[in-house]
């Protein structure tokens, strides 16, 4: 964590959004990166990001040391996705009736999205490629999930590790091709 992350967190438990909104930015692809690695799911990584910055922006006067706001934030977050995992399997238990697809004429309009086989395959790829990322040593998994999974740019992933970029260009290249050959001897 930088001395400008120490400042905006001190800023933010003043009530300074506009500090809050600034942690936002720096922090949200490292914790959406580890919550789509653990949930696999785009949308539910999204909401579990977006209920971790709400938790905490209303606990932030409990953060007693600044420089542990990022993991701080990482609990806060692991405990968003075990509620929602509970809400989900309580949701299960009470779930209404199946719709009839044969009354909503918008059951009924074909789709040009890919069938059910094909979103199958997908599913089944992406949890494979997952699997095996949250396998690899954290050196190479931390890297290869803020760039492929965040989409964050070498700058960004160079910040949030405290990485130069020469060390953050062979981390990824080794960390890829680990996870190809890893992925082929899955085949």
């Not at 696999?40 to 990584?45: E, F, K, T």
């Not at 009736?97 to 040009?112: G, N, T």
């Not at 699997?131 to 160079?158: K, N, V």
Request: a positive charge; glycine letters at 4%.
């Amino acid at each position: 964590m930088t001395d400008g992350d120490e400042t905006l967190v001190v800023q933010s438990q003043r009530g300074d959004r506009a500090a809050f909104e600034e942690l936002v930015r720096r922090c949200a692809r490292l914790l959406y990166s580890r919550l789509y690695l653990d949930t696999g799911d785009v949308h539910r990584a999204e909401d579990l990001v977006q209920e971790t910055f709400l938790r905490a922006w209303r606990s932030l006067g409990e953060l007693k040391d600044p420089r542990t706001f990022r993991p701080w934030l990482q609990t806060i977050a692991h405990k968003a996705m075990l509620d929602a995992i509970k809400a989900q399997k309580r949701k299960k238990r009470s779930t209404p009736a199946p719709v009839d697809p044969d009354s909503d004429p918008l059951m009924r309009i074909a789709a040009s999205d890919p069938g059910p086989p094909e979103l199958a395959q997908q599913h089944e790829q992406r949890q494979r490629v997952l699997t095996i990322l949250r396998s690899l040593p954290h050196e190479y998994r931390e890297p290869l999930m803020l760039r492929y999974i965040a989409g964050a740019d070498y700058e960004t992933i160079s910040r949030q590790l405290a990485l130069s970029n020469g060390s953050l260009r062979g981390l990824l290249q080794r960390g890829m091709a680990l996870l190809r050959e890893k992925l082929n001897d899955a085949r």
